[in-house]
């Protein structure tokens, strides 16, 4: 009998807009509380394309005091034939500290230099992609001076 395999395609490159603004709450049980804006976007991939719709979406993040930075992102995507779908993921990012503040400076970082994984989901009404309710997918990030950019795939 053959091992099982995690095998997976491209789903699409997502691109977003975020405001510099960031509500901090600052440190609570858990850590360092921020709540951030996402002001838009885009996504592309082989089987669809689109925007992401400025507010309501964000990002809320929670920077652990083991380092760690959690996301947890809510957002609605606009295909480029007028479908909605939401999309949601929670994820995290670490690495070296001297990584972690090259990055919170909004310089550019090589991502091989740190950890940024995250685990996206879908919801839609839409025939045309109710694909997207039924798979799973992970995603690399990169944080890039104008905005986090992820690589979602779907697993097969």
Not at 24 to 51: C, H
Not at 91 to 98: E, L
Not at 136 to 144: K, L, N, Q, S
């Amino acid at each position: 009998m053959a091992e099982p395999t995690l095998r997976s395609s491209h789903l699409f490159t997502l691109a977003l807009d975020v405001d510099p603004e960031v509500a901090d709450l600052g440190e609570t049980p858990y850590g360092r509380r921020r709540i951030a804006t996402v002001k838009g976007g885009t996504f592309e991939g082989e089987e669809l394309k689109g925007t992401v719709l400025p507010s309501p979406g964000g990002d809320w993040l929670l920077q652990r005091h083991d380092g760690i930075l959690m996301l947890d992102v809510r957002l609605t995507l606009r295909t480029h034939d007028d479908h909605l779908v939401y999309m949601h993921y929670r994820g995290m990012r670490h690495g070296p500290a001297w990584v972690i503040e090259q990055l919170n400076k909004g310089e550019k970082v090589d991502p091989g230099q740190y950890y940024f994984r995250t685990t996206p989901w879908f919801e839609t009404s839409s025939e045309k992609y109710r694909f997207l309710n039924r798979i799973v997918c992970v995603a690399t990030g990169r944080r890039e001076p104008t905005g986090p950019i992820y690589e979602v795939f779907q697993i097969l």
